[in-house]
């Protein structure tokens, strides 16, 4: 009788309640709640890395300082049309002079590492030749400050801002000269710094950089290569990343540990069944054929050298030997779904499914959304290339960050996009995928490329005019989850 639903009633009806907790019926409830609460936490496994990820070039500024030599993203930055807000990255967010405030971000976060990028024009201005001293001390600097905040340093040696000098003199990764030169610089850093930097990684996301500053013109260095040197280039690079583990191995103290961080072609199952699955295997394998697939087998497939035909690169066995210098993990950048793959009874034996033009995706267009990619692409990568250490080196999305009316950044769109791709990443590592730890991209907005600073990927919000950081609402979602070593539905 709902019109009879005194005070006093309701205040009975909440003791009664009260009282049933103690009966055995309620306590089963309770039990079942309990596990519920469980299982809608998935939890990863003790010691999981929990990490951000920024780059040199992206966060830095201070162009000019210390004797840093220019490198080809401030020829390209400064070149009228090529960023889309017509920004540049001469002061982006002066972290060069600010390290310490973020590394109390990450100290805030609750972050348990950091992926940064060393800028090789720093350290070598040319590329080659003299080394500067100075560019180096800024890392022994940020080092230094991360280890006494407790947070472990992983470092990045090339993440694109390649020493203008290179790309004059010898045309950049278009010459087997610039393979030799990286190797040198990542020796030279690496006995300088390993006595604190445990992990190196080589290159960053090689198929982008080369695809898009040498084959489509959009990114630096902005060349548009016809296919047979745009393979040869890509080759170079292999090499340069093989050469980069030989000299890392030779300087290094030892149990340094060596990788990369590729943005493989992110190859997902269109259904769940034993062929579309097997498919995705073998398009894996193939299309990542030209960078990981030949790194970690030290060989180019038939079906890429077939396809290439007479734009093939040109290679030595010896040359294959050093591309495939044994690593210690791989470090998978994951974003978007590439390519859902479907059966096809013919070779190669999968095909490419075309996407609607009504899938969705986040603040940048690129970034379709696809969680199971999460689960799908370090399971699979295990798999075809049998790889017992991944690492997720990157993970995140734009979002259009607004300052609500109370001062706050309300970015629920990246907490769901962070907290789906978790869940997945969970359900792979549960089913045994070795998956060690995750670099969230990134630590606080900053420079994003061609598209300038109007595409924010922080979890800290930064203001380009006072440069000021606040948290936005993720600081605290990724916090709750490094916390929990868990992430809850
Ligand atoms: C990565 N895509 O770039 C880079 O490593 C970062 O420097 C960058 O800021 C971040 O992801 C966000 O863009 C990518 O088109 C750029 O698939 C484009 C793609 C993937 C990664």
Redesign the pocket.
């Known amino acids: 009788m709902p019109g009879r639903f005194s005070r006093r009633n309701f205040a009975k009806l909440a003791g009664l309640a009260g009282l049933s907790m103690a009966s055995p019926a309620a306590a089963e409830n309770k039990s079942t709640s309990a596990a519920a609460d469980k299982s809608a936490r998935a939890s990863f496994p003790d010691g999981f890395v929990w990490g951000t990820a920024t780059?040199a070039y992206?966060i830095e500024g201070a162009v000019h300082e210390d004797g840093r030599g220019p490198s080809i993203w401030d020829t390209f930055s400064h070149t009228p049309g090529k960023i889309g807000d017509g920004t540049d990255a001469d002061r982006a967010n002066d972290h060069y002079h600010r390290y310490k405030e973020d590394v109390g971000l990450m100290k805030q976060l609750g972050a348990k590492a950091y992926r940064f990028s060393i800028a090789w024009p720093r350290v070598f201005p040319n590329g080659d030749g003299p080394p500067n001293p100075k560019g180096l001390d800024f890392y022994n600097h940020l080092i230094d400050e991360l280890l006494a905040e407790g947070i472990e340093p992983y470092a990045t040696l090339y993440?694109w801002d390649l020493p203008q000098s290179l790309q004059d003199r010898v045309g950049g990764w278009q010459s087997s000269d610039t393979s030799k030169a990286f190797g040198d610089y990542s020796g030279y850093v690496a006995e300088r710094l390993s006595d604190r930097v445990r992990n190196f990684f080589t290159i960053?996301?090689a198929g982008?950089f080369l695809n898009f500053g040498y084959g489509l013109g959009i990114d630096a260095p902005g060349l548009k290569l016809p296919t047979g040197e745009l393979n040869q280039a890509r080759h170079n690079v292999v090499l340069g990343h093989g050469l980069a583990v030989q000299a890392i191995r030779a300087h290094a103290r030892a149990g340094t540990k060596i990788g990369l961080a590729e943005?493989i072609a992110t190859c997902v199952p269109a259904i769940d069944t034993p062929e579309h699955v097997r498919a995705t295997e073998i398009a894996t394998r193939e299309l990542n054929a030209g960078i990981l697939t030949a790194i970690v087998e030290g060989k180019y497939t038939e079906g890429y050298l077939d396809y290439a035909g007479k734009d093939a690169p040109k290679f030595t066995a010896e040359e294959l030997d050093i591309i495939g210098s044994k690593m210690d993990f791989v470090g998978l950048?994951i974003?978007?779904p590439?390519f859902y793959i479907v059966p096809k009874d013919k070779k190669p034996g999968f095909d490419v499914a075309p996407f609607p033009a009504s899938f969705p995706h986040m603040n940048?267009e690129?970034l379709r959304i696809g969680p199971e990619t999460a689960y799908w692409v370090p399971r699979l990568a295990a798999k075809v290339w049998s790889i017992d250490t991944i690492f997720i080196s990157?993970n995140g999305t734009s979002s259009e960050d607004r300052i609500a009316a109370d001062g706050k950044v309300y970015d629920l769109d990246r907490i769901m996009f962070l907290r789906n791709y978790l869940m997945q990443l969970q359900r792979a590592i549960a089913e045994g995928a070795p998956v060690r730890g995750y670099f969230l991209?990134?630590l606080m907005d900053n420079f994003?490329?061609i598209f300038g600073f109007e595409k924010r990927?922080g979890l800290y919000r930064v203001d380009f005019q006072t440069l000021e950081r606040i948290p936005k609402l993720s600081v605290e979602f990724y916090r709750n989850v490094i916390v929990t070593n868990a992430v809850s539905s």
Do not use: I, K, L, V
């Open positions: 780059s992206q993440h960053n996301e982008r943005n950048n974003y978007a590439q940048s690129w990157e991209w990134s994003e490329w990927f």
